[in-house]
């Protein structure tokens, strides 16, 4: 019986020729990621108790983009006790406010196909849209990897999902990855690997198809995965990565599920407060006073992300009464907003730019939401405090979506604002 793309990496990972849903086994660990948030300040004590070190540092990456820039006393002693980890156990891939983390492990081509990847955040499963295997695990199994290089894991079940036709001017795949979601509520994935493919999946590039994989822990999915192909080749060889297409799924490999979609018939939708699966079309809660708009997080940050706000603000002035905040997900990708003109467009629209890092998301940086105020975010959850107050609201759309409704002053089918060929 064929093998998943899935259960290909595990083998291989395990030693092993197959491996089937379900089964328990030990594998190795190609590389690491571990941040500022769960990292350095939960291992280092348990790595002391027990005297043991890192076991090879060079297949450890750390980022510190939780907390910064430092807030407060507090967040400032875990950015120190981070650098002094570095520092201790020699690990020389450590990015501080230089990127997210799931952004940064893409960008900066730490993630090949067919790898085993391990990271101490949920959305560690980004990873997987360079077709490797993103596992997100927390603290006490990340320690166990560092000092070990292996962990366990359950084989999962894979869904194949399959998207036909082509995104239609002003619809995303964060508008794709929302309705997916609303269709088969948070938990329609649990545990299991949801592989992408079609031809909708062909048409898009690295940051678009990153979003996929980066929401499929809000579906509660173990990960998502997209096998590598030419677009992965492509993106890889530009930075210095010379790799070959796959791995890929048997054509007799068997599927838990098979979801389809037609990309075609997809457009701009909205997650409603306080839950990411209450998911509608933009139009039909267009109205809807907005007194924040967030462009942030490794969901909806990057520079495809800000070039598409650019889209919308281009030429216009954010409404009064809204604040537009842009925090990057990564330097690079500010950088390459100064560079082509899309950072000009975005403060001369009236954006604030806030530093690059987590920010708002998690509740923790720059940006969190105070009592009453109601945000529509690119960020990727809105359960009722995630981005501040408990007594906030946050809706969910695509950075078109943010920037509409920044320069509208309420939620609006974004494509209002666009030029859509008929």
């Given amino acids: 019986m064929g093998q998943t793309v899935a259960q290909k990496i595990i083998a291989r990972a395990a030693h092993r020729d197959t491996v089937e849903p379900d089964e328990v086994l030990w594998v190795d660990v190609d590389i690491a990621m571990i941040h500022d948030s769960g990292g350095p300040r939960r291992i280092w004590p348990m790595l002391t108790e027990l005297g043991v070190r890192v076991l090879d540092p060079d297949r450890l990456v750390m980022v510190s983009d939780h907390y910064v820039p430092a807030q407060d006393v507090g967040a400032a002693e875990i950015l120190q006790t981070t650098r002094a980890f570095a520092k201790e156990f020699g690990v020389t891939r450590f990015h501080e406010a230089q990127g997210i983390a799931h952004t940064l492990m893409v960008e900066k081509a730490y993630l090949r196909p067919g790898m085993l990847y391990v990271g101490g955040d949920s959305h560690t499963c980004t990873g997987g849209v360079l077709g490797c295997l993103a596992l997100g695990m927390g603290s006490?199994?990340?320690?166990?990897?560092?000092?070990?290089?292996?962990?366990w894991l359950r084989v999962p079940h894979t869904i194949r999902v399959e998207i036909d036709g082509a995104l239609a001017v002003g619809v995303t795949a964060k508008d794709l990855i929302l309705t997916i979601i609303g269709d088969h509520g948070m938990s329609g994935g649990l545990y299991r690997v949801l592989e992408f493919g079609g031809p909708a999946i062909a048409g898009m590039g690295i940051q678009e198809r990153s979003v996929l994989t980066n929401m499929c822990a809000e579906i509660g999915a173990k990960t998502g995965i997209i096998p590598a192909d030419d677009v992965t080749v492509s993106y890889l060889a530009e930075r210095g990565v010379d790799v070959e297409p796959g791995p890929v799924s048997d054509q007799d490999a068997t599927y838990a599920e098979t979801w389809r979609y037609d990309a075609t018939a997809v457009e701009p939708v909205i997650a409603r407060p306080h839950r990411h699966d209450d998911v509608v079309p933009a139009s039909?809660?267009?109205?809807?006073?907005?007194?924040?708009?967030?462009?942030?997080?490794?969901?909806?940050?990057?520079?495809?992300?800000?070039?598409m706000a650019a889209e919308v603000l281009r030429g216009r002035s954010v409404a009064p009464g809204v604040l537009l905040q842009v925090a990057p997900?990564?330097?690079?990708?500010?950088?390459?907003?100064?560079?082509?003109?899309?950072?000009?467009?975005?403060?001369?629209?009236?954006?604030?730019?806030?530093?690059?890092?987590?920010?708002?998301?998690?509740?923790?940086?720059?940006?969190?939401l105070g009592p009453g105020e109601v945000c529509i975010s690119t960020t990727s959850r809105n359960a009722r405090g995630r981005m501040g107050s408990p007594d906030s609201q946050v809706y969910l759309g695509s950075a078109y979506s943010v920037a509409a409704a920044a320069v509208a002053g309420e939620i609006v089918d974004p494509r209002m604002l666009m030029v859509v060929p008929a």
């Fill in 140 to 151: 006490t199994d990340l320690f166990g990897v560092v000092a070990t290089g292996r962990t």
């Fill in 284 to 307: 039909e809660i267009s109205g809807v006073p907005v007194g924040r708009a967030y462009i942030g997080a490794c969901t909806g940050a990057k520079h495809s992300d800000l070039v």
């Fill in 329 to 368: 997900a990564s330097r690079g990708a500010w950088e390459q907003a100064i560079g082509d003109g899309t950072a000009a467009t975005l403060m001369e629209a009236g954006a604030h730019i806030l530093s690059t890092g987590c920010g708002a998301c998690p509740g923790i940086g720059s940006g969190v």
